[in-house]
Nanobody, 120 residues
Framework: QVQLVESGGGLVQAGGSLGLSCEAS????????MGWFRQAPGKEGEQVAV????????NYADSVKGRFTISRDNAENTVYLQMNSLNPEDTAVYYC?????????????WGQGTQVTVSS
């Protein structure tokens, strides 16, 4: 089992920046990839960023490319999402999730979600 605890988020004006953190604990050695997702009211959920646990590969949704950065602090098993140049369309609940080696391409563990609100 893996436990994911998110922190960060909040309210920011358009053009501003926010950082999210996701601390992983438990069987972290079995993690294959970590992803950040978001869910806005009335919209489909979207995977905004994904990174291999090793950190060697990273991918971003087109909607956030160049503005968001996913990274990891190896020593603390924490994954971050730095969000810059935010706009109101980025308003959503953001979740981190873990994709395990034993069950590839399936995110089995999720954080509790954190609200990001961007005002215009």
């Amino acid at each position: 089992q893996v436990q994911l605890v998110e922190s960060g988020g909040g309210l920011v004006q358009a053009g501003g920046s926010l950082g999210l953190s996701c601390e992983a604990s438990g069987r972290t050695f079995s993690i294959d990839r970590m992803g950040w997702f978001r869910q806005a009211p009335g919209k489909e959920g979207e995977q905004v960023a994904v990174m291999s646990w090793s950190g060697r590969t990273r991918n971003y949704a087109d909607s956030v490319k160049g503005r968001f950065t996913i990274s990891r602090d190896n020593a603390e098993n924490t994954v971050y999402l730095q969000m810059n140049s935010l706009n109101p369309e980025d308003t959503a609940v953001y979740y981190c999730a873990a994709d395990m080696l034993a069950t590839p391409l399936r995110y089995d563990y999720w954080g509790q979600g954190t609200q990001v609100t961007v005002s215009s």
